[in-house]
Structure formats: structure tokens, C-alpha cells
């Protein structure tokens, strides 16, 4: 595959967690959580992107979150569950991507914030349409997602060299 391949980055929020006792990388989905995650995978399933790999973090919120969504998808793309997504700084996010192999495509990765906001804020080189307002209004609440596209190698991924092509959320 040519590394002018259009690509395509989709960063998924996790759901609504709950806040109990466990610690932080074993919360649950709260009740909303778990209605929300579905109609998330329903919504990336009518992108119409065949995602070729999704990479999920670790903590069980984003497991349950990508458990839950992947369901609404019509295929299901080889999943990497990645303790590197959890509490991962903006350099370790793009660091990770950057490792992503040049036969993957269209990639997914569900996670947490502040860092999918971040990198969604740092990618961003051109927008279409009111995307990034949107964005930027919504803060990237749980479940939302932004689809991200760019030309070149994930080794190229950097600041500013994508355009931010869809943003959804939930509840606007």
C-alpha cells in the first residue's frame, strides 16, 4: 500500500463511566454509559468507514465502551487492546499512531480525555464546514467521536497535517 494512501483516524471518547469505588482503570459504564456506546457504533457504522484496526485502552470503561459499539458495526476490524492509551500524554498518543502500519487504512482508537480532545485539537491542519466549532463547544464529551483524514505514512502523522472531516456527539 502506497504511503500517499488516503487514511482516516476516527478517535472514540469512551461512555459514561460511573464513579465507585474501584479505581480509576476499573470503572464501569454507568447506566448511560451503557445505552450511550451503541448508538455511537450505530453512528461509525453509518460513516461508512471499514476500519482496519482499532486500538482500545486498557481501562475497562473503553473495553465495555468498544464491547458495546463494535456490536452496531458490519464487520468487526482487528482489535489491540493498549495500555499505552490510558493516562497517555498528547507526545505518547502521536507516538503511538506513529507506529501504526502503513497497511492499515482507516483506524480506530477509543480512549479517554483530556488526550482524544487534545489530539484531535493538535492533528487538526483544515476543517470542513462548523466541525472544529463544534468541536471545540462540545469539549468531546463521552461517546463522541471525530473522523480525521490525511495523505501519507503514520510515520508523517504530526501537528496540523489532518482535516477534520465529521464530529459527533451524543447529546448536543
Known amino acids: 500500500m502506497s504511503v500517499d494512501t488516503p487514511r482516516r483516524i476516527v478517535l472514540l471518547r469512551h461512555a459514561k463511566a460511573d464513579w465507585n469505588e474501584a479505581s480509576d482503570h476499573e470503572r464501569p459504564l454507568a447506566e448511560r454509559g451503557r445505552a450511550d456506546a451503541p448508538v455511537a457504533g450505530r453512528r461509525l457504522a453509518g460513516t461508512g468507514i471499514g476500519f ?11 473495553r465495555e465502551t468498544w464491547k458495546l459499539a463494535v456490536q452496531e458495526l458490519p464487520e468487526r476490524p482487528r482489535t489491540v487492546y493498549e495500555d499505552r492509551l490510558y493516562e497517555a500524554s498528547l507526545g505518547e498518543l502521536i507516538a ?77
Open 52 to 62: 482496519d484496526l482499532a486500538l482500545c485502552s486498557t481501562a475497562l470503561r473503553t
Open 96 to 172: 503511538l499512531l506513529n507506529e501504526t502500519s502503513d497497511e492499515v487504512s482507516d483506524l480506530l482508537v477509543i480512549g479517554h480525555n483530556p488526550g482524544m480532545h487534545a489530539l484531535a485539537d493538535a492533528l487538526v491542519g483544515e476543517v470542513e464546514g462548523d466541525v472544529l466549532p463544534r468541536l471545540n463547544r462540545s469539549g468531546f464529551p463521552t461517546s463522541a467521536f471525530a473522523v480525521l483524514g490525511f495523505n501519507g505514512s503514520w510515520k508523517s502523522l504530526e501537528h496540523g497535517v489532518a482535516r477534520l472531516v465529521d464530529f459527533w456527539t451524543p447529546h448536543p
